[in-house]
Structures are given as structure tokens and as C-alpha cells.
């Protein structure tokens, strides 16, 4: 669960993730990861991904965008590579 006073960025960080970041302002797409599934609606808040993109929601900057519900993601991480 994501706070309302933290972004997902920061809380997949704290979680050990690693996310690749840059701009934090939902402007470079550096963030962006896969959306799997959506039970509930994203806001998307940037201004990487066009209007299409963002109503076909398959992907989500997870610097600045919020959501309500659940999003389950796809951050590439995986564990048995390391």
C-alpha cells in the first residue's frame, strides 16, 4: 500500500527495488514500468506517456502518477538473476 504523502517510486525504492529514476516530475518516462493488471483506475499525473497510452493503461510512471485500487506492476526485477 502507498500512502498518500509518498509516491510508488519511493515506496518500491524503500522495498529494495532499485527503480531507475531521473526527473521525479513524470516528464522523462525513466520510472515508466508495466502495468499487469487494474482493479480500480490509475491517475495518471505525467506528461511522458500520450492521451492513448495513458487510457490503454499498460504502463505507469510511478514518480508522480497515483491510484485508486490496486495496480499490480511488472518492475523486471527478478530475483533469481542476482
Do not use: W
Not at 500520450?50 to 523486471?76: F, M
Request: charged share 25%; net charge negative.
Amino acid at each position: 500500500m502507498v500512502q498518500q504523502t509518498s509516491s510508488m517510486l519511493d515506496v518500491l525504492n524503500e522495498a529494495g527495488f532499485e527503480m531507475m529514476s531521473d526527473c521525479q516530475r513524470g516528464e522523462c518516462g525513466v520510472c515508466a514500468v508495466d502495468v499487469v493488471a487494474v482493479e480500480g483506475e490509475i491517475d495518471h499525473r505525467d506528461v511522458f506517456f500520450s492521451d492513448q497510452q495513458k487510457r490503454d493503461n499498460r504502463k505507469i510512471c510511478p514518480c508522480v502518477s497515483r491510484a485508486v485500487g490496486t495496480v499490480t506492476i511488472d518492475t523486471l526485477y527478478r530475483p533469481e538473476a542476482n
